[in-house]
């Protein structure tokens, strides 16, 4: 039975490796282990920030789109407000909401209605606050992306160096350089850069493409400031 036998000596190769991976850390220098779960944690909340700002993106594009066709479809801005309502993670439909409120505030003020510059500029004021507002939403997380992308490397290394330092202060105490006296700590210090690289590379991969991702939905809103603008002007403001 060579098939069989094949595969209980990769089931056997995998749990030695596992299990050289544990004691790796459970033996390791506690400086070492602090940096190792460090690491981790940063790998582990990294992870939980990719799947949650794509979650998250996903449906501010998805119901921005929605509510596009149906600004420009309607013709009934009581209708349109109703549906920028169902829409709360759209940032374009949130603008929306704040220019409404705002243009029915104007409209409910008589000492305002000949105000027609003025009024054009509180509506444009409520739209540049949303806009920031939303952006500040769109952005929530991502820097600790970048943080763990830049610093993630050099605590590794860190945890690197000190393992480097505890492999010589082995070769002076027992006075040898064997393979048996340095492997040990030199495999920790190698095993904390490659926990570093871990937790980077995937945070700098998903923060370029989350900045990407998020250029575009601002430009989306900069455009529906100037459009809703030319409305409000055309339609509303005489």
Do not use: C
Request: charged share 20%; hydrophobic share 45%; glycine share 6%.
């Amino acid at each position: 039975m060579p098939e069989i036998s094949s595969v209980v000596g990769v089931a056997a190769g995998a749990a030695e490796a596992n299990t050289d991976i544990l004691s790796l850390i459970q033996e390791a220098h506690w400086i070492v282990q602090l940096v190792m779960a460090v690491l981790a944690a940063q790998f582990l909340f990294g992870l939980y920030i990719i799947i949650y700002k794509t979650l998250y993106l996903n449906r501010a594009k998805k119901e921005s789109d929605m509510f596009n066709e149906s600004f420009w479809r309607s013709r009934d801005i009581e209708q349109i407000y109703k549906h920028a309502q169902a829409l709360r993670n759209s940032p374009i439909s949130q603008m929306f909401l704040a220019g409404y409120t705002e243009l029915a505030k104007l409209a409910s003020d008589e000492r305002l209605k000949g105000d027609r510059e003025g009024n054009l500029e509180n509506i444009g004021r409520a739209l540049r606050k949303a806009q920031t507002v939303e952006t500040t939403k769109l952005e929530q997380l991502t820097p600790f992306l970048a943080t763990t992308g830049s610093a993630a490397p050099f605590i590794g290394l860190f945890g690197t160096v000190i393992g480097i330092m505890i492999a010589f202060q082995k070769i002076a105490k027992e006075g040898n350089a064997s393979i048996d006296t340095v492997g040990q700590p030199i495999a920790e210090a190698l095993f904390a850069t490659a926990i570093g690289l871990v937790a980077a590379i995937p945070a700098v991969m998903a923060y370029n493409y989350f900045v990407r991702r998020i250029r575009v939905l601002r430009s989306e809103m900069e455009t529906f400031e100037q459009d809703y603008l030319n409305i409000i002007k055309r339609h509303f403001l005489h």
